[in-house]
């Protein structure tokens, strides 16, 4: 992913396996296999990942804590993702 | 879904059955009859799944907690989604 | 609403009731007449729906719920509904 | 307002008094002067009108409580709202 | 402001005192300057007003709380103000 | 910063120190040293300035409270701040 | 980073460590390898970092605390960064 432009770094990446986190904190990790100038992106082989939560007592309540680990959610195969929603895109 | 362009891969898609994420954390799922550059998408025989909620009883309180799990909302046959409100489409 | 392109599937839903859904949560059900590339859209005969809201005691405390179920809330004539404030569009 | 495309609509309804919804949940209730494709719109003897807000004692405790109900805010006169922000425009 | 197109009415307004409020509620008072398509605005003589907080005890608690009122928070002489971060603009 | 169009009014701060102001609510305070149509802006000798947070005993409860006075975060030197994100400029 | 236009202030950043901010408060830290027009962004060598939270007891109760302070999340390598997420780029 090394380039003069950001695009072709995308291209550097094509068929390998890449993280792309979106606005909405999901993560999604698959072989990337397109992408387009508004970085719409097609993952093969992709899970979407979500931080953990556990249950934790603080003070004698039962609260959901978020760990900061992320862990699969889902398989999904093929993601298509929409551009406008992605923060960042990067090799596993 | 395998194409060198994103649309190519929605254009494998097209009449079979695919999942459409919104922003809004809906999800739609349905047969894929149509879409354009913009991702605006057509659903045939198309339902909308929401995240199960159930009442809970945590330290002595009845909450409202969500299980992770999507259910059924209602059937709405035919729909179009405004594609800027969509993350991701995925073969079911 | 079969169509190869999303706008011929509002096209075929012209002069009919159809619910359109915006990112605020608000719900608009009328007949559709008028709609441009941008989906900003004409509705006639229009009503405004809301999720109804209960007040239920919970532990001893009285609290607002929403029921899931969308209630009435104006009748609004005809009603102009900016494109990019849309996510679905559906016939009833 | 009836019309085969949208902005026809807004014009059958120049010189006749409107409600203008914005996405802040604000509405401004006044005579359409002027729109353009951006929708951005000129009202005259614009009222601005907010949510009706009473205090109510639910378990002992005050509380600020919306009626559902709009009241006027503040008469604005002339006003120039910018399209990106309007949700819905009808005749009143 | 009275006009056929938005923008005549912003220019009937140009070295008259106007009301420019943002999507974050921040209100601005100055003298209409400068404008343009993407209704980016300079205003001279510019003051920042922002809604008065009061400290208020409700059932033995002190809370701040908003009493509707903007009072000026200080004074930027020129300011230039980003149209898409703008809602309405009103002469004063 | 007078002018006809905006960013006349920006190309006259040039070189002259500015707050710009996002709707994030942070401020940075600098010399401006470019701009595009975009509002994308350079500042050289740039702060930082956070709403300074006080602790405050309020009812016997420590709580964190925002004093509404700017205080300066960190020393940045040059900073490219993207258009979309300003929601004023304004010489200090 | 000193330049007429804000794009040659990024030229002159390139394969210079650089922060990147966005509007979802991460922080990624890298030598700047690349950029276009919209400010998408490739990053080498590359570091998240993120608001360090500490547990500390308030009044009785432990609560998560924002030190203020960033600590390092993740390496990771290259990273392509969104334009329209970023609010600032500063060299470090």
Redesign the interface.
């Given at each position: 992913?090394?380039?003069?432009?950001?695009?072709?770094?995308?291209n550097n990446a094509r068929d390998k396996r890449v993280i792309v986190e979106?606005?909405?904190?999901?993560q999604?990790v698959g072989k990337l296999?397109?992408?387009?100038i508004h970085?719409?992106?097609?993952l093969?082989s992709?899970e979407e990942n979500v931080e953990e939560l556990v249950e934790k007592e603080?003070?004698?309540?039962?609260v959901s804590v978020k760990t900061?680990k992320l862990v699969m959610?889902r398989k999904?195969?093929?993601?298509?993702?929409?551009?406008?929603?992605?923060?960042?895109?990067?090799?596993e």
């Open positions: 992913m090394d380039a003069a432009r950001p695009l072709d770094a995308l979106l606005k909405n904190n999901r999604y296999k397109a992408f387009d970085i719409n992106v097609v093969e992709a603080i003070d004698g309540k039962t900061g959610k999904l195969g093929v993601v298509f993702i929409r551009g406008d929603t992605i923060t960042i895109i990067s090799p």
